[in-house]
């Protein structure tokens, strides 16, 4: 069984910053690509930005130049930082990430619960 636990969320004003976490835990060989996502109310979910295993980081436009996608391999985690938050980021945010259970199995899709980061004044 895999687990993948977030952290971090919560409410934070216009312009300010929020640093989420996500670590993954259990029966885990290797991890791919690692990954957040968030849905706002009434909107689909959208990649936000991912991360592979040699730190190859990919940013949607909307945050490039305001968050900040890192990871570390040997605690399984990967982090988000984000600044200069605005309105519109308000949002679920989840964690994802391709993890293979044994050497010579696949690779399978997991999700964290998500967090909820609300920027407001």
């Known amino acids: 069984q895999v687990q993948l636990v977030e952290a971090g969320g919560g409410l934070v004003q216009p312009g300010g910053s929020l640093r989420l976490s996500c670590a993954a835990s259990?029966?885990?060989?290797?991890?791919?690509?690692m990954g957040w996502y968030r849905q706002a109310p009434g909107k689909q979910r959208e990649l936000v930005a991912d991360i592979t295993s040699g730190g190859r980081a990919n940013h949607a436009d909307s945050v490039k130049g305001r968050f900040t996608i890192s990871r570390d391999n040997a605690k399984n985690t990967v982090y988000l930082q984000m600044s200069s938050l605005k309105p519109e980021d308000t949002a679920v945010y989840y964690c994802n990430a391709d993890i293979r259970r044994t050497k010579w199995g696949n690779f399978y899709n997991d999700w964290g619960q998500g967090t909820q980061v609300t920027v407001s004044s």
């Open positions: 259990g029966s885990i060989f290797s991890i791919n690509v």
